[in-house]
């Protein structure tokens, strides 16, 4: 697992670290000490801890104007034993929130598995993001299989047209457009 890095192409256009409205804002890292793991695997320093034993991320990109953040997930998204959900909503997406993010882009390639709970934070999340949205991208299969059965997909948008697998050749302005149009049609013909 130390050897998966977060998209750092990106880093050209926004980082976390030097953004004052980021819940990371600061933060050093020493990319000669892996010091964070998950499950006893070291993780890449490069990802951020925000409460989770399991879960890490990387904000790879944030827009206040346009009210939309990128984020990169790494681990096991585990709401039964560490209740992830709960560190998330209250650790990042509540601060986020406050600047006026209200679209969320989740990307979930290296998610290696999830474990549900109850859908209390999920619910109040998409409550809270009102016209806005929570898109779950790239999360494998029996990943989604699994939170459709804790009806997460009741309130996080994913599957279907929204498996992006070439994101990383745009830039996040072009990757934000996209979803957003397929959100605007999914959410318009309720099919895709």
Do not use: C
């Amino acid at each position: 697992m130390h050897q998966i890095e977060p998209y750092h192409n990106w880093q050209q256009y926004y980082d976390a670290s030097e953004d004052p409205q980021s819940p990371f804002y600061g933060k050093e890292y020493n990319y000669d000490l892996y010091s964070e793991n998950i499950y006893g695997y070291f993780i890449d320093p490069a990802w951020d801890f925000f409460g989770s034993e399991t879960l890490y991320m990387k904000v790879l990109f944030a827009n206040y104007e346009e009210g939309f953040i990128i984020i990169e997930l790494i681990g096991e998204w585990n709401d039964a034993i560490n209740n992830d959900i709960m560190h998330l909503k209250r650790n990042v997406v509540e601060h986020v929130m406050g600047t006026g993010i209200n679209k969320f882009i989740l990307i979930g390639e290296n998610i290696l598995n999830f474990h549900g709970s109850d859908d209390s934070y999920y619910e109040e999340w998409f409550e809270e993001v009102e016209d806005g949205w929570i898109v779950a991208i790239n999360f494998r299969d029996f990943v989604e299989e699994e939170m459709a059965r804790f009806e997460i997909d009741s309130y996080i948008n994913f599957g279907g047209h929204l498996q992006v697998v070439n994101w990383r050749t745009m830039t996040p302005a072009v990757f934000f457009a996209g979803v957003s149009q397929l959100m605007q049609r999914r959410l318009q013909m309720g099919d895709l």
